[in-house]
């Protein structure tokens, strides 16, 4: 029975979990909320309250768990992508603690974490399956033949989902982050009542950069009209947007579930969590005979538990790293 430390700290959120013979012991996060003053993630604010943090955040994640270091038969960290002064941090701790105690290293890459939160609790999905991973930085279609033998089939080419609504949240005048902010204020609002395109790109590739132009210069022109449109007319707004979004999202979903003639899918990362995006993947799976899979809230945005079992699957296997290994800010699957 294998006990993992594993270690998040790819943007603004430090996290620590303890994961024992694939069941998670404790996920422990701290969220920084210096960065919505500035709108937006600060890089070196960010990488500096990672500092703080990581050691009580560790220790409180074993307590949780009711385990000591001594305990540890491995510890893993997040190595990309991200930011890389965050991930530097998280790396050089997790890095540290194996050199003192004599563990094996487990490095894990964020987006492929996020795919297998889906297998943390019941129901977990059978292979193939098809996972749509949203986030702040990445939109991404992935076939899952298994834990860890993954292909990226499909991804934006310019933003992110995730970016999307916080682009859209900004030109409204919302505050950061501004996704969960318009899924709030969407559930008022008519989804009907503003057209915006869907965009269509080849294959299963996505865009997102025209919506958001899209949306700016239909903003202005009508404030030429009615200085205070947006305010009057919030709700729909945001209910409109996100339908857009959400419309794209599942429109290459559908296209390579079809195609690849797969039934399990899913949804992950932090834009899983959207109200909208999830019941909209329900109907459809109800509409075209699929299962499909939402990870718990607490799992959908950036934490340690989606790492730790990344970790307990490349740990069952034997994929170490040595020490030295260097995180990156971009990388494909490995």
């Known amino acids: 029975m294998a006990t993992i430390l594993a270690i998040e700290s790819s943007c603004d959120d430090t996290s620590a979990a303890v994961i024992s013979d694939g ?3 404790s996920n422990i996060i701290a969220t920084q909320t210096i960065h919505e003053i500035y709108g937006g993630v600060v890089p070196e604010m960010a ?13 409180m994640a074993l307590q949780h768990a009711g385990k000591t270091m001594d305990d540890l038969q491995a510890v893993a960290f997040t190595q990309s992508p991200g930011l890389i002064g965050s991930l530097l941090v998280g790396s050089g701790f997790a890095q540290a603690l194996a050199q003192a105690k004599g563990l ?43 834990h860890l033998e993954m292909q990226v089939i499909g991804e934006t080419i310019d933003d992110a989902a995730g970016e999307a609504f916080d682009k859209a949240a900004k030109m409204f005048g919302l505050p950061y982050p501004g996704g969960p902010v318009i899924d709030k204020l ?13 965009t269509s790109m080849p294959e299963y590739q996505y865009s997102f950069s025209g919506l958001k132009t ?16 947006v305010q009057q007319n919030m709700a729909d707004l ?7 979004i959400i419309k794209t999202l599942m429109l290459k979903l559908k296209k390579a579930a079809k195609d690849l003639g797969v039934t399990q899918i899913g949804i992950a990362g932090g834009v899983s969590a959207n109200k909208g995006l999830r019941a909209a993947l329900e109907t459809t799976g ?14 959908c945005t950036d934490n ?12 069952e296997k034997g994929l170490f790293v040595p020490l030295g290994t260097v995180p990156t800010a971009r990388a494909a699957f490995s």
């Not at 019941?122 to 279609?141: A, E, R």
């Not at 899209?214 to 449109?229: A, V």
């Not at 340690?304 to 740990?315: D, E, L, N, P, Q």
């Open 238 to 244: 945001c209910a409109s947007v996100q339908q857009t």
């Open 214 to 229: 899209n949306i700016l210069y239909f903003i202005r022109k009508q404030q030429q009209e009615q200085p205070d449109f």
């Open 286 to 299: 109800k509409e075209l005979g699929w299962t499909t899979y939402v990870p718990a809230f607490q799992y």
């Open 23 to 25: 069941q998670i012991l």
């Open 47 to 59: 990488s500096r309250a990672h500092i703080r943090h990581i050691v009580p955040i560790v220790s």
């Open 186 to 198: 969407a559930a008022e609002g008519n989804p009907d009542r503003f057209s915006f395109p869907v």
């Open 304 to 315: 340690a538990a989606m790492v730790a079992i990344t970790a307990h699957y490349k740990f």
């Open 104 to 146: 094996p290293l487990i490095a894990v890459h964020h987006m492929q974490a996020h795919v297998l939160a889906h297998f943390i609790e019941d129901p977990k999905p059978q292979f193939p399956f098809l996972c749509l991973t949203v986030s702040g930085g990445h939109t991404q279609l992935v076939l899952c033949k298994d």
